[in-house]
């Protein structure tokens, strides 16, 4: 694979997560072999990201040519803080 055949398939795997409602960030990660995908937890649950992951997914398969698998991640950071005084 070219160097710039390369970088236009990390560019893809990020777009596809990206063109998603409720995702903040994605990244290709380990050679292109995971996309991290950061999803905002107040479009997201936990129901939906599954579905999104499905979704992420199917669409990977059937708009790439990839070689070996690529693992989708989703990511949603949910924080509580309470100040003592």
Same mark, same amino acid.
Not at 8 to 15: D, G, S
């Given at each position: 694979?070219?160097?710039?055949?390369?970088?236009?398939?990390?560019? %893809?795997?990020? =777009?596809?997560?990206?063109?998603?409602? $409720?995702?903040? =960030?994605?990244?290709?990660?380990?050679?292109?072999? #995971?996309?991290?995908?950061?999803?905002?937890?107040?479009?997201?649950?936990?129901?939906?990201?599954?579905?999104?992951?499905?979704?992420?997914?199917?669409?990977?398969? %059937?708009?790439?040519?990839?070689? $070996?698998?690529? =693992?989708?991640?989703?990511?949603? #950071?949910?924080?509580?803080?309470?100040?003592?005084?």
């Amino acid at each position: 694979e070219s160097m710039e055949g390369y970088i236009q398939r990390l560019e %893809n795997l990020e =777009k596809i997560a990206l063109d998603f409602e $409720g995702v903040e =960030k994605a990244f290709a990660i380990q050679a292109g072999r #995971e996309l991290r995908v950061m999803v905002q937890p107040e479009k997201i649950d936990d129901v939906r990201m599954v579905k999104v992951a499905h979704d992420i997914r199917e669409r990977i398969e %059937n708009e790439m040519t990839y070689p $070996g698998q690529i =693992k989708v991640t989703l990511i949603r #950071e949910v924080r509580a803080q309470e100040l003592a005084k």
